[in-house]
Structure formats: structure tokens, C-alpha cells
């Protein structure tokens, strides 16, 4: 395994007293030239897991347990391993590109700052965008030009880590698609790939992902093989609910809301919210 997290536990503190429980007891692995897919409804913390690998959690935030890369704790080195070994895919292209400057020029310096040796028209190529796409702003991409572009961000610093958070959020069931496919290539040729996303039915149909891991209220409920677990074998309750939702199955309405993540009880669970509504 290249990424290791053992027990992740992240409480972050707000005013009045009130503590998120972003993250708790979360146990998982990456594996170079593998795809992980984290599913979970919006709001369960999946999230906070690629926050912790990339520093990018508040500085207010109270972290337990470990998250290892090549076996060391990346706490305190995510400034130096974030580009170079783990890169981070966000949601939206839109967040980190400039306005007024064109895709070739934010490029070129990131692969600069990077100390990449990679030619920004070979990123390009590797995302499937035509070189003629440095000329433009960012304005002038569409939404699936602008994601990957956002991976050939990604890739600049040759990491061996690639977190993906949410990256189809906003793009159409063809594009959405086109982009799995492209992570799932990223991962094919070696690198290890982390997809969060609540998007099940786009991972079934792809088939891009080898290992899944399933989050409910912050906690790691279930984990095995993607093709296992998405195919009928999942155990926990709430994962065989998710994939019961799906228009394809009936779109059986999962039961009761998720619960929202702050001043959550320790010992929460989904058998609580079925009993809240009178389930089973």
C-alpha cells in the first residue's frame, strides 16, 4: 500500500460549543494502480478524508489516528508531498483557475512550482485535450474541458496519489463517464486513485473501481471489492439501501435524512435512524 489511514478520527471545533464529527475511526488503504471509490451521502464526511491528505483541513481541527504515505505520517509534510506525491482533483475547475489569465500560462507555472519536467502540451495530451486549449481562458472551456484540465493540474508534479473529490458533480452522464474512464486509466498505468463521489450508478455502469469504501455519519460502515459490493453482495444495511435508491432498482427512498454531522453521538448509527422512523 502506498496510503494508509488507521482510525482517522477529526473533530472541529465551532463557537457556542458545537463540535463537527467530520471524521471518526476511518480505516482505509491505497494501492498503487488501483482505483478506491468512497461512497456516502452528501454531508457523511467523505470529503474530510482528502482534506486530511492534503492539509487542507481548518487549522482549528482536532486530529487522531494516523494517515501514512510510503509509511510516514504525512502530518506536517503535506505542504511538501501535496503536487509532488498526492495531488488533489477538485469539484469544480473554477475554483482554482485565474479568470483573466489563459490555461497555458496557469499551467506552465504550476509545473514550474512543481519542479515538473513534464511539457504542459503533453498534460494535455495525457487528458485528452487538444494543445490548442493553453490559448484559452478559462471562461472559454466547457464543463468537461474545464475537469480535465483540472487533471492535467493534477498531474503537473507526477504525484503517485490522486484524490478525486466529487469531480462529475457538475457534468452530464456522457461526460461524467469520459472522466471515470480517464481515472480509471490514471490508475491502470500506476497511479494509486482515490475517487469520492455519491455518484453509484455512474461506478456501476464504468465499472472503474476495484475497492469501495462506504461512509455513514463520518464512520467507515462497510469495505470490500467494488464489483462484490455494487453487484448485490454488500452486507451493511445501508449500503444495499443506497444502491436500492437507484432509479434503476425501483428507486426505493432511503429512510428518514441523513443527520448532520455536528455534536453527533458517539455511538450513532443507521439502526438508530431506521428506528427514528419506524423502520426496520
Known amino acids: 500500500m502506498i496510503v494508509d489511514l488507521d482510525r482517522l478520527t477529526v473533530r472541529i471545533p465551532l463557537k457556542g460549543g458545537h463540535v463537527v464529527h467530520a471524521a471518526t475511526d476511518v480505516s482505509l488503504s491505497l494501492e498503487k494502480g488501483r482505483l478506491h471509490a468512497v461512497v456516502g451521502e452528501s454531508g457523511c464526511g467523505k470529503s474530510t478524508i482528502a482534506q486530511a491528505m492534503t492539509g487542507l483541513l481548518p487549522r482549528t481541527a482536532n486530529v487522531t489516528g494516523s494517515v501514512r504515505y510510503r509509511g510516514e505520517s504525512i502530518f506536517g509534510r503535506e505542504h511538501v508531498l501535496h503536487g509532488r506525491h498526492v495531488a488533489l482533483i477538485p469539484q469544480s475547475a473554477s475554483t482554482f483557475l485565474t479568470p483573466v489569465r489563459t490555461l497555458g500560462s496557469q499551467l506552465r507555472e504550476t509545473v514550474e512550482a512543481l519542479g515538473g519536467r513534464v511539457k504542459p502540451e503533453e498534460l494535455l495530451s495525457r487528458v485528452e485535450l487538444d494543445p490548442s486549449a493553453l490559448m484559452l481562458y478559462p471562461h472559454q472551456l466547457s464543463g468537461g474541458m474545464a475537469q480535465r484540465a483540472a487533471v492535467a493540474f493534477a ?3 507526477s ?3 490522486i ?9 452530464d452522464p456522457l461526460l461524467t463517464i469520459a472522466l471515470l474512464q480517464l481515472l480509471r486509466h490514471l490508475a491502470s498505468s500506476g497511479a494509486a486513485v482515490m475517487l469520492i463521489t455519491h455518484d453509484i450508478a455512474a461506478l456501476i455502469d464504468t465499472e472503474v473501481a476495484d475497492d469501495l469504501s462506504v461512509i455513514y455519519a463520518s464512520r467507515l460502515v462497510e469495505q470490500g471489492k467494488a464489483a462484490k459490493l455494487l453487484a448485490g ?4 444495511l445501508y449500503t444495499r439501501d443506497l444502491i436500492a435508491a437507484l432509479p434503476r432498482n425501483g428507486l426505493k427512498r432511503m429512510p428518514g435524512a441523513p443527520p448532520t454531522l455536528t455534536n453527533l453521538p458517539e455511538d450513532y448509527g443507521y439502526t438508530k435512524r431506521l428506528k427514528q422512523v419506524g423502520g426496520r
Open 233 to 236: 453482495g454488500a452486507q451493511h
Open 163 to 171: 484524490i478525486a473529490d466529487e469531480p462529475t458533480a457538475a457534468l
Open 159 to 161: 504525484p503517485d496519489v
Open 155 to 157: 498531474l503537473a508534479g
